[in-house]
Nanobody
Framework: DVQLQASGGGLVQPGGSLRLSCAAS????????AGWFRQAPGKEREWVSC????????SYADSVKGRFTVSRDNAKNMVYLEMNSLKPEDTAVYYC?????????????????WGQGTLVTVSS
């Protein structure tokens, strides 16, 4: 069974930092690209970031570029998202996702599985 278990969410003040983790299992993790989406209440799902199968060519949505960093550890089947300078508009449920391709080309359209997500709330 394919599983993507996100964790690390919580309440943080504006300007703070948080690190999300995603534990992957049930597929050949180091053969595919992985990344993150988020969805705020009442809003459409938004692509956040992607990293290719070998941990290269990270990409980001304009809304988080310069503040978030995606990484992966293939030896541990883990994907991470370090979030800095958090803003109230970053409040959302964050989902870890994967594709069946090695690269991040059209990741938002080609993602074939995602996990349950973890809630991040940025508020003072």
């Amino acid at each position: 069974d394919v599983q993507l278990q996100a964790s690390g969410g919580g309440l943080v003040q504006p300007g703070g930092s948080l690190r999300l983790s995603c534990a992957a299992s049930g597929f050949s993790f180091d053969d595919v690209a992985a990344g993150w989406f988020r969805q705020a209440p009442g809003k459409e799902r938004e692509w956040v970031s992607c990293i290719n199968f070998a941990g290269g060519s990270p990409s980001y949505a304009d809304s988080v570029k310069g503040r978030f960093t995606v990484s992966r550890d293939n030896a541990k089947n883990m994907v991470y998202l370090e979030m800095n300078s958090l803003k109230p508009e970053d409040t959302a449920v964050y989902y870890c996702a994967k594709t069946s391709r090695r690269l991040c080309f059209r990741f938002a359209d080609s993602s074939d599985f995602w996990g349950q997500g973890t809630l991040v709330t940025v508020s003072s």
